[in-house]
C-alpha cells in the first residue's frame, strides 16, 4: 500500500523558516514526481512546489518562488520541502503528494495547480505561524 507521511509541522514564528520531511513507503519512489500542496481554513488546495522524477527539475508556482525549495533524496525515500520568510497567512495544513512519471516545464503548471492530477497524497501536517 502506498504510502506518505509527511513531518516537521508545527508552530513557527513569524519571519522564521520550516523545513517538512514526507517519507515514502510501498511504491518506487525513484519513478514519481513529488509535490507539496498546502490548504488554509476556507481555501483551496494550494500547489507550492514540484520536482519531477529521473532529472530532478524543479517548478513553483510564482507566489512562492524565493521562499520554497523542494528536494529528494531517492536513497531515503524522502522528500523535503524547506519555506523560509514566513508570515502568518503561511499557516496551513500542508500535504506531500506523488504522481508516477517524469513532469516537464511543459506539464508542470498543470500539476501544481491541479490536486487531482495526483496519485497519492499524505495525511498533511499542521504548520502555524504565529505573529
Known amino acids: 500500500e502506498a504510502q506518505l507521511v509527511e513531518s516537521g509541522g508545527g508552530l513557527v514564528q513569524a519571519g522564521g523558516s520550516l523545513r517538512l520531511s514526507c517519507a515514502a513507503s510501498?511504491?518506487?519512489?525513484?519513478?514519481?514526481?513529488l509535490g507539496w500542496f498546502r490548504q488554509a481554513p476556507g481555501k483551496e488546495r494550494e500547489g507550492l512546489s514540484v520536482?519531477?522524477?529521473?532529472?530532478?527539475?524543479?517548478y513553483y508556482p510564482e507566489s512562492v518562488k524565493g521562499r520554497c525549495t523542494i528536494s529528494r533524496d531517492n536513497a531515503k525515500n524522502t522528500a523535503y520541502l524547506q519555506m523560509d520568510n514566513l508570515t502568518p497567512e503561511d499557516t496551513a495544513v500542508y500535504y506531500c503528494v506523488a504522481v508516477i512519471g517524469e513532469i516537464s516545464p511543459r506539464t508542470a503548471t498543470y500539476y501544481y495547480t491541479s490536486p487531482r492530477g495526483w496519485d497519492f497524497w499524505g495525511q498533511g501536517t499542521q504548520v502555524t505561524v504565529s505573529s
Open positions: 520536482i519531477s522524477a529521473g532529472d530532478p527539475n524543479t
Open positions: 510501498g511504491f518506487p519512489f525513484d519513478d514519481y514526481s
